[in-house]
């Protein structure tokens, strides 16, 4: 069972108000990814991180923004919540590819957020 | 660049039977390749994977997958589905050489269907 964790798993908003959605994994995993989902339909990742201090945009662009200031941590925020944000957000880690590793993805249980 | 297509946004099968869920990839070097299973309002849950050596993966509830190289395939496979696995299904790839940045490139998902 992989040790990350996703809050909250469900958040209702009105349009403006600001939200972070929290991710912590438990693993010491250096890389740490946001993907983003429309109910049942494919991922586009959002952000990704290679440890702390690094972050990166994804494929598809977002507004949100992520930060990484300790391994375990990889908040994502919304300084200004719209409807067209409404979606899944689900958060992984993996180990890094340098130790020889394959890089399998362990995700957290996601977090759906609504704007109203 | 690399890239996973999976040409089949559903499929059905009667509880019992057997089912194959398809997908095929592109790298520029050698994969690794993945399944993940994903059940509704839940994370991603890995299945299996394939690194190197025996074309025929086994992993997670039954669940068993065929690499083919000359194909540059890795379908899914279970003999006898149950109910339960019904659910949204991808395929992912990682270049084994480059790494893609250890980034997985996710394919769109196939949504399985079992009935009864």
């Known amino acids: 069972e992989a040790d990350i964790y996703q809050t909250p798993r469900y958040l209702v908003i009105g349009t403006g108000k600001k939200i972070t959605l929290e991710c912590s994994q438990t693993?010491?995993?250096?890389?740490m990814y946001w993907y983003q989902q429309d109910p049942g339909m494919e991922l586009h990742l959002i952000h990704y991180?290679?440890?702390?201090?690094?972050?990166e945009k994804g494929d598809l662009s977002s507004e949100s923004t992520v930060s990484r200031i300790r391994t375990e941590h990889f908040p994502l925020t919304l300084e200004s919540a719209r409807p067209s944000h409404t979606s899944q957000y689900l958060c992984?880690?993996?180990?890094?590819?340098?130790?020889?590793?394959?890089?399998?993805?362990?995700f957290g249980e996601g977090s759906r957020l609504t704007v109203l | 660049a690399q890239s996973v297509a999976q040409p089949e946004d559903q499929v059905n099968v009667a509880e019992g039977n057997p089912l194959t869920v398809k997908c095929t990839y592109s790298?520029?070097?050698?994969?690794?390749l993945f399944w993940y299973v994903q059940y509704p309002n839940r994370g991603l849950q890995f299945l299996l994977k394939?690194?190197?050596?025996?074309?025929l993966v086994k992993g997670s509830y039954g669940f068993e997958a065929e690499f083919n190289k000359s194909q540059t395939s890795f379908h899914l496979k279970k003999p006898s589905a149950l109910v339960s696995d019904s659910a949204l299904y991808f395929c992912?790839?990682?270049?084994?050489?480059?790494?893609?940045?250890?980034?997985?490139?996710f394919g769109t998902g196939t949504q399985l269907k079992v009935e009864l």
């Open positions: 790298v520029s070097g050698n994969p690794y």
């Open positions: 394939y690194i190197t050596g025996d074309n």
């Open positions: 992912a790839v990682r270049d084994a050489v480059t790494g893609g940045g250890n980034k997985l490139t």
């Open positions: 693993m010491g995993h250096d890389k």
């Open positions: 992984a880690s993996s180990e890094y590819s340098g130790r020889g590793n394959t890089g399998e993805l362990f």
């Open positions: 991180s290679y440890g702390v201090n690094s972050t």
